[in-house]
């Protein structure tokens, strides 16, 4: 029973509301994420006219904010869904990736409460930073990039549960500590970021490579 | 370009289709009814514009659908201006 409530809370914060975290914990990671940012738009670079890009980097984030609404039913109280930063890195880059899942972040929390406010860049550090990171450099690992996309999804969903595990387990606010915050959090998404891996893969495939 | 939009569009009409779907198996806001028994708070300093993507008038499928054009309309807004700035500064 226990087990299955921590389950269910945790494999449901992807987004971190406040009060989950400790201030210092939160504090920090608002911090880095903005830092991260600035980084990310100093870095962004393309040959593209802004007309070209604009749409490109505009309408993957306008996707990811959608497909984030889309509660997959899965029985027993819980819910996830589509992350979509490991998409966003491979087809757009880090850098775009970051500013794009950002900016999906920025809009859920300050119009619909989807995530605290003061655990922002907690959530800019998990699911925009640490996912387009991981997405980026497995991307760079694999020869085939088809296997290589599915990899990406999967792998940047998993890595980024473990962050979520380690922040809210170190945060003194939070019932458990990290021996059991991160195993449940790694395995739970361990099996859900399949899904997410074979997205992934698939619109990787149809777009049939990177846009920018 | 076209097929993004009409792929956007159309898991926009899906986002009603899928909160009917999790509630048929009973999904139900897990995170605060369970908190409590965690000791955690979701200390609610800040609930947003439209919370949980409910607008009160609105029934709350056709919620999810306006919540959806909102929010895409403005996360496109918002790249837009990063990305305006930022070729202005070029």
Redesign the interface.
């Known amino acids: 029973m226990l087990l299955y ?2 389950l ?2 945790l494999g ?2 992807m987004h971190i ?4 975290l400790d201030i210092h914990v939160a504090m920090t990671l608002n911090i880095i994420s903005f830092i991260t940012m600035i980084y990310s ?1 100093k870095s ?1 670079e393309s040959k593209e006219s ?1 007309e070209k ?3 490109k ?3 993957v ?3 990811i ?3 984030q ?11 996830a869904h589509f992350l979509g930063a490991g998409l966003a890195s491979i087809l757009l880059g880090p850098y775009f990736a970051i ?2 899942m950002a ?2 972040l ?9 995530g ?3 655990s922002i860049g907690a959530n800019i550090f998990n699911i925009a930073i640490v996912p387009a990171t991981v997405a980026y450099v497995v991307m760079k690992l694999f020869k085939w990039k088809k296997v290589g996309a599915f990899f990406a999804g999967w792998l940047s969903v998993v890595v980024a549960a473990f962050f979520v595990g380690l922040e809210t387990g170190i945060s003194s ?4 500590n990290i021996a059991i915050t991160i195993p449940v959090m790694v395995i739970w998404h361990g099996i859900l970021g399949i899904i997410e891996g074979v997205i992934t893969y698939m619109i990787y495939s149809k777009l049939g490579g990177r846009l920018i | 370009m076209k097929r993004a939009i009409v792929t956007i569009l159309v898991l926009v009409i899906l986002t009603p289709i899928f909160s009917y779907l999790s509630e048929l198996v009973e999904y139900s806001e897990p995170l605060e009814n369970v908190a409590a028994m965690l000791n955690v708070e979701e200390k609610g300093i800040y609930s947003g514009i439209i919370p949980d993507y409910r607008i009160g008038f609105l029934n709350e499928y056709i919620s999810s659908i306006v919540s959806a054009v909102i929010g895409i309309t403005l996360t496109y807004l918002m790249i837009y201006i990063i990305l305006k700035i930022k070729h202005a500064k070029k």
């Open positions: 409530i921590i269910i809370t449901d914060i509301p406040d009060g989950y738009l962004i802004i890009l604009i749409p980097v505009g309408l984030s306008s996707g904010f959608v497909a609404m889309l509660n997959w039913p899965i029985p027993g109280g819980t819910s500013l794009a900016s999906v920025i809009i859920q929390t300050l119009i619909f409460g989807d605290g406010i003061l606010s939070f019932a458990y």
